[in-house]
């Protein structure tokens, strides 16, 4: 009888081997958790299509962001959804509009134990939904739109964000807003830039979050499903106007373009586990037809062997716990 000669088995004996020569790791540091906090509610209010995710209130914010602090993740990523909406999206750069607002208020809370950050979009400032200005004849006007992210982004940073996530997929927007930045004193404000965001399936869950108003589809700034060279082009552009960080979004289905861009880039890499996939390892859980912990570790850790360097994910405060257990 021919034995084999190679063994690699070996090195999956015993749990300490396979821990020793693990080739991926994932710690608490490397996960952001993104958090919505509503303009106009008393109490913190559940997401339907996201079970155990919520819309908060300013007091639950500070709350859930300790609460993300003492679990040692790396940063929470706040949204706005305000009361009220317009054309141009003129809560967004108020200093007492509700992003803004809370954006200080966690900053004060726990911005010396993890990186505050805040999405520069419109789409939730709008009342047509979409992430800029829009033109007479319906369509998205990108430079009138940078007018109003470099608004965004002064307001921000001087509500106190240590990273802003640049996610309307505007030509010119890192640009546009790093100079807004700089020329306000804001020289050490962070930018990420959400490179390949694609227009894809898996946003339905966020929508009801943000209470979006969106009519239509945002094909015509947010990439084609099919295109993985253009988002690679896309970071690379981000980087060369001065992106300190780079964005894939949604991850999973995005797993190819994430590690085209990781090796295309030489500034961290961030990926965003979506809204859907969220919810779909959630309802299936619920129905038991996987195992929760395991899917979402699982998850989670091939997302960071994919390339990205940290991850936003709606379970960032849990999963960061079970890391924690496991050292």
Known sequence: MSFPTHRPRRLRQSPAVRRLVRETHLVPSQLVLPMFVREGISEPADISSMPGVQQHTLDSLRRAATAAAEAGVGGVMLFGV?????????????????LNVATE??????????????????????????????????????????????????????????????????DGQVAAVRDALDAEGFTDTLIMAYSAKYAGAFYGPFREAVDS????????????????????????????????????????PYLDVLADVRASVDVPVWAYQVSGEYSMIEAAS????????????????????????????????????WLREQL
Not at 134 to 152: K, S
Request: aromatic share 4%; hydrophobic share 45%; proline share 3%.
């Open 82 to 98: 305000p009361a009220r909406r317009d054309a141009t999206g003129s809560g967004a750069d108020d200093p007492r509009g509700i």
């Open 213 to 252: 108003q969106l009519k239509g589809d945002r094909r015509t700034y947010q990439l084609d499903p099919g295109n993985g060279r253009e988002g690679v082009k896309e970071a690379l552009l981000d980087v060369e106007e001065g992106a300190d960080i780079v964005m894939v979004k949604p991850a999973l």
């Open 105 to 170: 208020a966690v900053a004060a809370e726990v911005g010396d134990a993890l990186v505050v950050q805040t999405d520069l979009c419109l789409d939730e400032f709008t009342d047509h939904g979409h992430c800029g200005v829009l033109r007479a004849d319906g369509a998205v006007d990108n430079d009138a739109t940078l007018e109003r992210y470099a608004a965004m982004g002064v307001a921000q940073a001087r509500a106190g964000s240590t990273l802003l996530g640049l996610s309307g997929m505007m």
């Open 286 to 321: 619920a129905n038991g037809w996987i195992d929760r912990r395991g899917a979402i570790l699982e998850s989670l850790l091939g997302i960071r062997r994919a390339g990205a360097d940290a991850i936003l994910t709606y379970w960032a405060a849990e999963a960061a716990g």
